[in-house]
């Protein structure tokens, strides 16, 4: 078998593979007997048709079939000789076929390239630092009895925070519009649930009010026909209700699950739930922020088949996460929609997997189980996630993974500068 190698552009590259008779005519000799034990023709017994009726019939055939097995065999077998990587199936033509069965192919692939880890001394990871205060811990404590907010309703003009029962009819053109009407709508005042300029037009309306609000809807609504549209809501109010903030009481906090019913234990475990989202937060901007510098570091080329096949599973990704939610998974997500983030992804995989290899970084069990507990503590049953877990070689896999990440993520924060930056929880978790 005779290989010669060319290099074309970027990461192309074009195999010349000469395969001998010999490799060839003996394959299909066997074929077309396999196929003779097994044809029917008219005129001839099963197992009995002349051979040379079955060359006419299928002699084709047969040699196409060995040609399939004869190129993939030789292919990587070319490929391992050449010292090659391919990345995704090679395209093949087959050229000069003579009768003997000699034949020669061009396989023309992309190959993986060759990733060096870059010196990172010179970058620099900023790492967020937050701590959590009693003044975001109050903070929370008033979200919690806004989500538990009851309703009395009220007979006294409407303010902000107030809710609404409403009947409304939005007419454009002067006819009402689909999809703009509906009875009994709760609307909270100053939500922004609406469009500009709806809730502000109900401020000061009481039970019975009705009113006419002339509005138009954003240049960038969702809904295109009614995008920069100026319309007309026709609102009758049928009663307005305050919140009515729960106390902080012993019932209150055993509401929330705490046995005890004792305000600090409460505090003490909110606190440390709003710890843990914290830091849970703060690993996801470093590894984000450390993946960024390696992406950067890093200048090479990734292979566009490697890069197609990620985009055509985040494609099916979103298809499935659609479903998921619901939602008719109609849409014909064009594939161009994922190709920056398929090659970022390709080529980040094959940065981590070197840093991997170079470092000789490992994912123990102990450092496994400490992942999962990290995670499980918010659970009811912790235990039990982490014996899930440790037990379940898929969801194990997935979390070895992880932890790899994690010790990418490491070691590169010990190359790099890392400088801090202070930030409140709120401008952190939001």
Same mark, same amino acid.
């Given at each position: 078998m005779q290989v010669s190698v060319e290099t074309g552009e970027g990461l192309e590259r074009k195999l010349t593979i000469e395969v001998?008779? !010999?490799?060839?005519? !003996?394959? @299909? *000799?066997? +074929? /077309?007997? !396999?196929?003779? +034990?097994?044809?029917?023709?008219? #005129?001839?017994?099963? #197992?009995?048709?002349?051979?040379? @009726?079955?060359?006419?019939?299928? #002699?084709?055939?047969?040699?196409? %079939?060995?040609y399939g097995d004869v190129i993939q065999a030789t292919f990587y077998e070319a490929a391992v000789q050449e010292k090659l990587n391919p990345a995704g199936e090679p395209s093949i033509e087959i050229k000069d076929e003579d009768a003997e069965g000699a034949f020669t192919y061009i396989a023309t692939f992309e190959v993986v390239?060759?990733? *060096? $880890?870059?010196? /990172?001394?010179?970058? %620099? $990871? *900023?790492?967020v630092v937050t701590e959590v205060s009693d003044a975001d811990v109050d903070a929370m404590f008033d979200k919690l009895k806004k989500q538990r907010t009851t309703w009395n309703e009220v007979d006294r003009a409407a303010q902000n925070d107030d809710k609404l029962d409403i009947n409304f009819k939005g007419i454009m053109d002067g006819e009402a519009f689909e999809g703009g009407s509906a009875e009994n709508a709760p609307l909270v005042l100053g939500s922004g649930s609406m469009i500009e300029g709806f809730e502000a037009g109900l401020l000061g309306a009481s039970k019975g009010d009705e009113r006419s609000l002339e509005l138009k809807f954003p240049d960038e609504y969702q809904a295109q026909n009614l995008a920069g549209k100026e319309v007309t809501f026709e609102v009758t109010v049928n009663s307005v209700s305050e919140p009515v903030m729960p106390e902080m009481d012993e019932e209150?906090?055993?509401? /929330? #699950?705490? *046995?005890?019913?004792?305000?600090?234990d409460l505090r003490a475990e909110v606190k440390s739930n709003m710890e843990r989202e914290v830091e849970q937060k703060i690993q996801g901007l470093t590894k984000d922020s450390v993946m960024d510098v390696l992406v950067e570091k890093h200048d090479f080329d990734v292979p566009a088949a490697m890069v197609n096949q990620e985009a055509a599973r985040m494609k099916e990704q979103a298809v499935q996460d659609m479903q998921a939610r619901g939602q008719a998974a109609t849409v014909d997500f064009p594939d161009s929609i994922f190709a920056d983030q398929a090659a970022r992804r390709v080529k980040l995989g094959m940065i981590v997997g070197e840093v991997i290899a170079a470092q000789e970084l490992k994912a123990d069990d102990d450092k496994i189980r400490e992942t999962i507990e990290r995670f499980a503590s918010s659970y009811e049953s912790p235990e039990e996630v982490v014996e899930y877990y440790m037990n379940n070689p898929q969801q194990k896999q997935s979390l070895e993974n992880l932890v790899l990440e994690d010790e990418v993520v490491d070691w590169v924060l010990g190359q790099v500068k890392v400088s801090e930056k202070a930030q409140s929880f709120d401008e952190l978790m939001n």
């Open positions: 001998p008779a !010999e490799n060839v005519t !003996e394959k @299909v *000799e066997k +074929r /077309l007997k !396999e196929i003779a +034990r097994q044809v029917r023709i008219d #005129g001839f017994r099963p #197992g009995k048709v002349p051979m040379k @009726v079955v060359k006419q019939r299928f #002699g084709m055939q047969a040699r196409q %079939e060995v390239p060759v990733v *060096e $880890v870059a010196d /990172l001394t010179d970058a %620099e $990871v *900023e790492k209150f906090v055993k509401s /929330l #699950g705490v *046995e005890s019913g004792n305000v600090d």
